[in-house]
């Protein structure tokens, strides 16, 4: 059988950029959706048939996914609730003395293995618990996250369409081994 098919595939990584904290995620997502949006400025010319569109900027890169967490273990039942606990924790600032304004919340690193690897803020995240165990403690539930890109530098149309294995991942052993 081919390879391609049957290996596990590698897991999706978060890291808290501030603490070097890790979060391998328990099961990869089974979707991801990526938005982008070019804003433009519509200038209106009377008389003229249609819109003059000037380019005005670029949003952040966004994206959604779904996490699965589920515990059958007491092992991984302090496992799910301390991932529970650092997905939340991106959500609020660092403590920085003297300094409320270096003090926002960490920039984390998502990196997914030959498909992205991307800087980025949690925007946000809502956990829907589904199981419970007979302490009415949550043994399975789903974290759906929203991410933004946060950039530093500006970023040029041929530097997206050209990297194909620091930002957007690899397609390099797509083709089929002879």
Not at 45 to 66: C, R, W, Y
Not at 124 to 141: D, I, K, L
Request: net charge negative; glycine share 4%; aromatic share 10%.
């Amino acid at each position: 059988m081919n390879e391609y098919v049957t290996k596990d595939p590698p897991k999706l990584l978060f890291v808290n950029l501030v603490s070097g904290d890790e979060l391998p995620v328990q099961f990869n997502p089974t979707q991801l959706r990526e938005a982008i949006e070019a804003n433009y400025s519509r200038v209106v010319v009377p008389g003229q048939s249609h819109a003059q569109m000037q380019f005005i900027n670029t949003d952040n890169f966004k994206i959604d996914l779904e996490l699965f967490f589920r515990a059958v273990t007491k092992q991984e039942l302090e496992l799910i609730h301390r991932a529970r606990r650092q997905i939340l924790s991106w959500a609020y600032p660092r403590m920085v003395a003297n300094d409320i304004v270096g003090g926002g919340a960490p920039k984390l690193l998502l990196y997914w293995p030959s498909m992205l690897s991307v800087e980025c803020v949690l925007a946000s995240a809502s956990f829907t618990h589904e199981r419970f165990n007979n302490q009415a403690r949550s043994v399975q539930f789903t974290c759906a996250v929203q991410l933004e890109e946060m950039r530093n530098v500006r970023l040029h149309f041929d530097e997206v369409a050209e990297d194909n294995v620091l930002r957007f991942g690899s397609d390099l052993g797509l083709e089929e081994e002879g």
